[in-house]
């Protein structure tokens, strides 16, 4: 019988820093783009309202398999994501809760400021300020000089908080705005987290030279950003592509824009010359398998530290 570390939420927050993990999602990237990652789309099945989703992937130049699995529709659910030694076949790390998969998601959007976005960006502007956001925040200040985040979010009095919230948390200056349009004016990077069914960002609002990433729904009749922000954006790039080309709804099939939508992974591999004038677009997707690159370095770094529990499996 052998042991299995376990891992919660402050867990990972304890052993982890942004900053590493936006390294770590770059090198999965670098991975994925020299073929050492292995993963499969999304899947899943449905279980009356709620859905059971899971996400493999592998690295053959670290030896780790594993895979994430969640609920969609339930009113909350914990995640859990699996790591094991592909030699050996140990399962080496157990993570339960949300920290990892926000980790994970913020990281690649720090890969993807850092790669797209100007290198002297210094305003951020967010629209939908929550989990989501705040991972995205840490981990542009993680890649770029960031001095001041305007935020908007429909709930006025939770915004005002999470921006005091933000403040001590950052140590920059964080600016509740009262529009979407004010959060984005002036703005070097736009970061777009929310559930939005309708367009909540406009082409026209966006300066020459300013970077956008996008996390919410990007579907016909659900989506959050409109066709008129990719037209306008010089270069478009996704972590997981294939998983959109294939999905007959995604609100860019159709249009001459797809066939410009590049792999962040060869992004990232090839470099980028960017004008500065050029306006750059992130269309966020969660590529399967780097939440496992994700929850190796936490493992690492959680033995090392004495951090976890070990269970006997």
Not at 189 to 203: D, H, K
Request: net charge negative; proline share 2%.
């Amino acid at each position: 019988m052998g042991t299995t570390l376990l891992l919660t939420d402050e867990d990972i927050i304890a052993c982890v820093a942004m900053r590493d993990a936006v390294q770590a999602m770059r090198d999965a990237l670098r991975a994925r783009a020299a073929g050492d990652m292995v993963f499969a789309p999304r899947a899943g099945m449905a279980v009356g309202e709620t859905s059971l989703v899971w996400t493999p992937g592998g690295f053959l130049d670290a030896q780790t398999v594993g895979l994430r699995l969640y609920l969609t529709g339930a009113r909350r659910a914990d995640q859990l994501v699996a790591l094991w030694d592909a030699g050996s076949g140990a399962l080496r790390c157990l993570a339960l809760g949300n920290a990892l998969g926000r980790m994970r998601t913020g990281a690649i959007g720090g890969v993807a400021i850092d790669a797209l976005s100007r290198e002297d960006a210094s305003v951020l502007g967010v629209v939908g300020f929550g989990a989501q956001a705040f991972a995205q925040v840490e981990a542009a200040l993680a890649v770029r000089g960031i001095r001041r985040v305007q935020a908007f979010r429909r709930d006025a009095a939770e915004l005002a908080r999470l921006a005091d919230a933000g403040r001590a948390r950052w140590g920059v200056e964080v600016v509740a705005e009262d529009s979407a349009e004010a959060a984005v004016t002036g703005a070097d990077i736009v970061v777009s987290a929310t559930r939005a069914e309708e367009p909540v960002l406009r082409a026209e609002w966006l300066r020459p030279g300013t970077h956008v990433s996008s996390l919410g729904p990007k579907y016909r009749g659900r989506q959050e950003i409109g066709v008129d922000v990719a037209q306008a954006a010089a270069r478009i790039a996704c972590d997981f592509p294939e998983q959109y080309l294939g999905e007959e709804d995604f609100f860019l099939q159709g249009t001459s824009e797809l066939g410009r939508m590049q792999d962040l992974a060869q992004v990232v591999a090839d470099g980028v010359r960017r004008d500065p004038d050029d306006i750059t677009l992130f269309l966020s997707h969660g590529l399967a398998g780097t939440e496992v690159r994700l929850l190796q370095l936490a493992w690492e770094r959680a033995k090392a530290q004495g951090i976890g529990r070990e269970i006997a499996i």
